[in-house]
């Protein structure tokens, strides 16, 4: 398993619960859980790109 | 249309009615299982999926189970693994993730297993709250 697909499956699974805990209604559930699914990947992407430059 | 007082308090009466501690202690030591309790299928459904796959991937990737506290990470880790109620009692029985592996996949193991013991108290938690009447 890479790294990248280990990070899409820690935030497919953690974006899942705290989709379902954090909300009420099943609609925005799915709508925290995509927004914490694109903060968790999108974070990952943007720090590895920072770790990359600053090694260089 | 509004709902009556008497709904309400009728509501509020129902959800007060029994161990109201049992969705957090079974949602605890089996994942889903405390919003099984509370017959939300679904939910239950998705939260043990997510916490028994991530718990999978964690021991596939060689990840460490902690064992006990000898140092402050230590304790947080253990604190994190209980999180997984009987899984975390099952795997160290069947002598799973008790090796120290060095390898990269395995540190991500060992993070895998203790954030899905910390989801874990939160779905429990979640369970509890919708017992008790605070979430719907």
Known sequence: ?56 | MATTPTKLSAARKDTQQGFVYLPLIAGWLIPGAGHFLIRKWGRGALLAASVLGMFTIGIAMQGKLYGGAHDILDMLGLAGDLGNGLLYFGARALGLGADQVMVTTADWGTRFIVVSGLLNVIAAVDAHNIRTGRKA
Do not use: D, K, N
Request: aromatic residues 18%; proline residues 2%.
């Open chain 1, 1 to 56: 398993m890479t790294h990248f697909a280990a990070v899409l499956l820690f935030a497919l699974f953690a974006s899942v619960v705290f989709g379902i805990t954090q909300r009420e209604t099943p609609q925005r559930m799915v709508r925290y859980g995509a927004y914490c699914f694109a903060l968790f990947a999108g974070s990952a992407v943007v720090l590895s790109w920072v770790m990359f430059l600053i090694a260089r």
